[in-house]
């Protein structure tokens, strides 16, 4: 009967996925992708399969998450405005939390106008859609977040890549570009596979000079790079030349949302035409009452930025002295990516650590660049210098155990 | 620059990429026939883009599966 008439399974395109899948598990490995935190304690502290875990592969970079102030700011949001919108921004989904949120980024920034997004991933989503339309440019590094890649394929511009971090194979692509067209240079201040951070001080020269408009992801740098912790363009003082600052609530700030900071005279006129800022519900009032006290916390987090930044560039040394291979030459971040020999050693040693009770992340591509294995270490301003020498130890025995040092 | 130039040029920068030694021809594909992966994509890309002073987007690459429709798309980059 269904002989010739067979339905094609949709699903078959993920075999050799669930194939590679199967064969990783099938040693009795445990699926580096399935984790449950039972319970969380703190910001650096974690209940996993019932075992106490130091958590170093979260975006918890200033340890907000359990802010006093925050919580408090959070509990009273729900107690005043209830669980959630339920509406757009542009519709019944703008409450008085959500301009002080705004007010508090424009603040943060010292900029003239501030968008709050349902997500980090929507931020770039819309404004990147937006604003490069048909017939204009958008150039950009070739290691960008997938958020960037999906803002890019859902407007009409010419997609022109450039190899990472590469200033010469930028300039080269922008000056190739037809006069006249609209140009967008799209770059981010810290990229997080590898932690490692941008050339922007001469990238956003080279745009400006060619006539392009700058965007800037700043999602892992919020909070602790730049002297106001604006991130790597403040680092590197640009700031001024760069049209656009994506960033994110769901690392520093430690809740969920994104955002887009900007001194276009124009900027408003985005609320109206992004879609993914128009065609989603906007987000509960307890999150942007906690995003809008983190974010003001943040202000005066200075001596939180320097034991972060101590933690980073301890960690970086003692795993370099264990003979690891890392990601950058020094800490520019505070993420420190340990180079896998490849994926079965990279997932037997993530599991080792997890035992250790140490919770990483394991990248893997197509997420990661040149097809890498990653356990990348994502550091925490509330890690006290103790813990640190602890996942030291830890990465020494598991590294032993595997044979990778 | 005529077709055929352009076709010499394109034949001696993918050799290093042709790590197979597949013999090139017009109905050549990328995916299929020289298993460029996407990394590969974007060196030889990047190469033929400084060789000619060109720019082949990434709109104009989901366009190209087979060698000699590069070669035409190149061609007319120069030619206009």
Redesign the interface.
Known sequence: MSEGTSTPDLFSKFDPLIEQRRALLEHGLTDPFSLVMEKVLSPTRAICNGRDTILLGTYNYMGMTFDPDVIEAGKQALTDFGTGTTGSRVLNGTYQGHKECEEALKEFYDMDHAMVFSTGYLANLGIISAIAGKGD?IVLD?DSHASIWDG?AMGNA??????HNDIE?ME??LK??PEGAGKLVVIEGVYSMLGDVAPLKEMVRIAKENGAMVLVDEAHSMGFIGKNGRGVVEDVDVMDDVDFIIGTFSKSVGTVGGFCVSNHPKFEIMRLVCRPYVFTASLPPSVVATAATSIRKLMHGSNKRAHLWENSRNLHQGLRDLGFQLGTEEAQSAIIAVIMPDLEKGAAMWEALLHEGLYVNLARP?ATP??MTLLRCSLCAEHTEEEVRTILGMFERAGKAIGII | MDRATVDATIRTLIEPFNKKEVTIAEETTFAGDLEFDSLTVMDFVAAIEDEFDIIISMNQQAEIEKYGQLVDAVFKSKDG
């Not at chain 1, 010419?158 to 190899?163: L, M, T």
């Open positions: 440019y070739i890019c010419e997609i022109v890549p450039f190899k194979a080269k692509r190739r570009i197509p040149a097809n």
